[in-house]
Structure formats: C-alpha cells, structure tokens
C-alpha cells in the first residue's frame, strides 16, 4: 500500500476540544505512522494535499444489521441465503460511502461476511460480529407466526439463519458457545420487547437472570462480551446485576438504573434514527399498527435517554438499528442528538466512545501513530454542521480504510 503524506487540513482530533490547524499525518500501509505539528519528512509517500478540508478519524456505528434486509422482518423468511449475502453487499458498500469505516453487527452476520470484507471480496466496513440474536421463546428474537409449530431450518432463510432461541440455563449455555465457536466478537441476548417482533409487550422481561448470568459467564469465559437488547429499566437493571457490558436501545431508562449502569461500567449504545424512520416509512414496507405503537412508546424516550446517560456518566456510543431500505438514514443520527448533545460528544460517540465498546481504543477512532489508518476528509467543519455526515456521503472529499483508499474527489 506504501505511504501517503496528508497536507492542508483542519484536524479534528476526537480527543481534542476544538479542531487545530498546522499538522501534517502520515499512513504507512494500513497504520497511521506519524502526526506532526512540523513538516514531516517522507519522500517516498504519495502527497494527498485536503484542500483545507477536516481531517478525523473513520465513523464507527455500533449497531447495525447489515443482513437484515426486510424492513418488516418476517419478510426474510422469503429469502435465500444466496440473496442475503448480495443485498448485504450492497449494504456494506453503501455504509463505507457514508464514512462508516467500521461497523459492530448486534445480529445477523456471520464469520463468512466478515471473513469476505477482510480478504477484500466485499467492499465495506471493518466488521465487528455477534452472529444469531439469542433470545427466549416468544421474545424479541422469536418472529415466528403463532401457527409455526417448532423451530425453523437455519439453513433455508435469512430469517432463521439471523436469529436464535434459547430456554434454559443449559441452551443459554450451548447457544454461546456454539456463537463463539463461529467466531463472535460479542453475544447480543434479548432482554425485553421490541417494536419488530409480533407478540411481545416492549414491558415484558425475557431471559431469568440466571440465563443471562449463564450467557455472561459463557463469554467472559471465551474473552467476549454481552450486549442486551433492553428498553425498560426493569431489563436494564436485571442485565446490570448480570454482568452485561452495553445496553442496546435503553429508550425508557430511568436514573436508578442509568446510575446502576455508571457503577458498573456499562455502555448504552443508542439509536434514536430506527424509530424516527419506522415512525415515517415502516409502514410502506409491511411492518403493523402494532409494531408502530409500540415504536411511539421508546420514540418518545429516546432524547430524554440521553440526557439521563449524560448526568449520570453513563458513555453513549452511537448506533442506527436500521433496517432495510430504511438504511439510508444512518448519519441523521448526528442529527437527532443534536437536540440535546454538543456536537463534540457526538462525534466522539462514533469514534473514541465506539472503539472502548470495541475495546479498540488507540486502534480505532482515533488520529493516533499505530491507530488503523481509518480517516475521512470533509468539505467543511463538522463541529458547525452536523449535517456534512449526511448526504450519502456527499460531503466527504477522501474515505480511507486500513490505508486504502475507497474514495477521493480532492485533486
């Protein structure tokens, strides 16, 4: 890949308060190798002038779906594995496009796709997997028809493929360990309702704590972690006493169990976009009245979330949950948070905050010598228009990942 010099450009340094000016970075080969406020010295590397564009880290979404490509979710039941993988091709590529130069799958994809973008057969984001939801029966991960009898073939759909079940200590057990043997990165457990799933109240309490203690121990034990699909503070709270390291969702949590999750040392990863998208589009694509009460129940908790994770030290990374074609308002999630949170800690949400969830802090996020040379430039500053991350990325004049380069309009 050999070295690139970048010159002439604003630095937005997450760790930093406000952007500066007068530094030089240069990438060797997927790293980035140094960052100076004097010349540096490279003779051999390519010269890529920004044009006083802002210099930052690559995005890092910490929950998405890339297989899931159904809106309504049953839908994937009419979906050959064969279609999944090309869909989530296109998905994956469109998501680097945005400046989403790493992504933390919470369900659905498997060692294969990840395996695929790391020996360059898919274009797209560093992938980071949980393989199957795990969730008990008639819970969140259980999207079965009342007339299915049993469990469906894994190998036949996307939707059997992409979700699991599990009653019991004893499948809890066997069900993470079967995901850390296909090479998870993290186990994602369903502990209250959802909006898309068909039977259960958002109120209701999946997973004893004893199956989510079993769950915890499975993955602490193989060196991961778990992440809990939860919404009210009853499931956060079981899930904190538990062990879980983050909190997917958390809408309608409240400041007993915000201040359980700071003690603990607990990330909430937040996706406010999901709902304000199903809210206007869901119902295009086939999702029920039903399901769209239950999304005007966390909508309406979302902002507040933040700001009750906020008083309480609670870290926010960012995330988006979208599904399907509802994909393409990934970074209006800057947006939506901008109503209650600084532009700085948003930013910081989607790279320094997202890589301690990844526990790829100095690796990730980050514009650090050694860190992956994972970078974007932007035509304009970000910390003044939240709305450069949108437009497809419109707005972004250089995407590198891993020291290659995906895009680049500067001349």
């Not at 995005?59 to 869909?87: F, G, K, W």
């Not at 680097?96 to 274009?123: H, M, P, S």
């Not at 991960?141 to 009653?167: K, Q, V, W, Y």
């Not at 901008?338 to 320094?352: G, Q, W, Y």
């Amino acid at each position: 890949m050999g070295q690139f010099l970048f010159k002439n450009f604003a630095m937005l340094d997450p760790a930093e308060d406000e952007i500066r000016g007068g530094h030089e970075l240069l990438v060797e080969d997927t790293l980035i190798r140094e960052v100076s406020d004097r010349p540096i010295t490279a003779p051999e590397a390519t010269v890529i002038d920004c044009a006083g564009g802002t210099l930052m880290p690559g995005l890092i979404d910490c929950h998405v779906h890339v297989v899931l490509s159904e809106v309504y979710i049953r839908q994937l039941e009419n979906i050959p594995l064969t279609l999944m993988t090309a869909q989530t091709m296109v998905a994956m590529r469109e998501m680097l496009d945005r400046g989403f130069t790493t992504v933390r799958d919470t369900g659905g994809a498997d060692w294969g796709i990840k395996a695929a973008v790391e020996q360059g057969y898919i274009t797209g984001p560093r992938l980071f997997i949980a393989g199957r939801a795990i969730g008990p029966t008639g819970g969140h991960s259980d999207s079965r028809r009342r007339t299915d009898p049993g469990a469906l073939c894994p190998c036949c759909n996307a939707l059997a493929f992409t979700m699991g079940l599990a009653d019991g200590k004893a499948e809890v057990m066997k069900a993470v360990r079967e995901e850390m043997r296909q090479g998870c990165d993290h186990v994602k457990i369903m502990m209250s309702g959802g909006v898309a799933s068909p039977y259960d109240p958002l109120d209701s309490l999946q997973f004893s704590p004893g199956e989510v203690k079993a769950a915890v121990e499975e993955a602490n034990a193989f060196g991961r972690y778990v992440c809990a699909h939860a919404y009210s503070p009853e499931a956060i709270t079981r899930a904190a006493h538990a062990g879980v390291r983050t909190i997917e969702h958390g809408n309608l949590i409240d400041e007993p169990a915000a201040a359980l999750m700071a003690e603990k040392d607990m990330f909430l990863v937040a996706n406010l976009v999901a709902y304000y998208a199903m809210k206007e589009r869901a119902s295009d694509y086939g999702m029920s009245g039903e399901m769209l009460e239950k999304n005007d129940v966390v909508i309406e908790g979302g902002l507040r979330s933040l700001e009750i994770c906020k008083r309480a030290g609670v870290p926010v990374a960012y995330g988006s949950d979208l599904l399907g074609q509802l994909r393409v308002d990934q970074s209006r999630e800057f947006q939506l948070r901008s109503n209650v949170v600084p532009a700085i800690d948003i930013i910081r949400s989607a790279t320094t905050i997202a890589a301690k969830v990844l526990r790829h802090e100095g690796k990730l996020g980050c514009l650090a010598p050694g860190a992956f040379a994972d970078l974007l430039v932007i035509d304009g500053n970000p910390l003044d228009n939240l709305e450069l991350f949108g437009g497809q990325g419109r707005h972004m004049t250089l995407i590198m990942k891993d020291g290659a380069v995906h895009k680049k309009t500067l001349h």
